[in-house]
């Protein structure tokens, strides 16, 4: 889906640019130019980047710490 028309930036070029570390709309200002013409797309590239980010940038799982393990000296 086109997301700016202005600049002909689609939802899978916002997905990219997730997956190569943009996390902020002033990121993808910067690599596509997003809202830089008429801004009406501000809106809705927020909201591709943020489903992107959801996708992309999962949060590792918790883990349980492993108790440490010294040997004894002689």
Known sequence: MYVC?????????IDRAVQE???????LRSLLGVTEE???CAQCAKECLD???LRHCQ????????PLHFARAA
């Open 5 to 13: 028309v202005c600049r002909a930036v689609t939802d899978k070029h």
């Open 21 to 27: 570390g943009a996390t902020r709309l002033r990121d």
């Open 38 to 40: 008429c801004g009406r």
């Open 51 to 53: 489903d992107a980010k």
């Open 59 to 66: 949060p590792h799982p918790v883990s349980t710490p492993q």
